[in-house]
């Protein structure tokens, strides 16, 4: 259990690197059903982290846990230029 903890600190560390940068998500819906889009962190909260999209569609700002990180339903990576 301790071990959960600290890898949950460390990604809300990480997570609090990031925020404002440009990053592409990836997020699990389940069934095989990926979506990816552009955007960022917006803020960190003890609990969740909220994300601002760019795609059309999308709800602008989402949110997800922590753990959503740790159980690989939500993928953070830099975004590329283009």
Known sequence: ???IIRQIDEVKRRIGLVIGKPLSFKINRGRNK???FDG??????PAIFTVRTD???EDPLQ???YNDILTKNVRIHNRTPQ
Do not use: L, P, T
Not at 40 to 45: C, F, P
């Open 1 to 3: 259990m301790r071990e």
């Open 34 to 36: 990926f979506v990816s």
């Open 40 to 45: 960022y962190i917006e803020n960190a909260y």
């Open 55 to 57: 795609k059309e569609g």
């Open 63 to 65: 949110s997800y846990s």
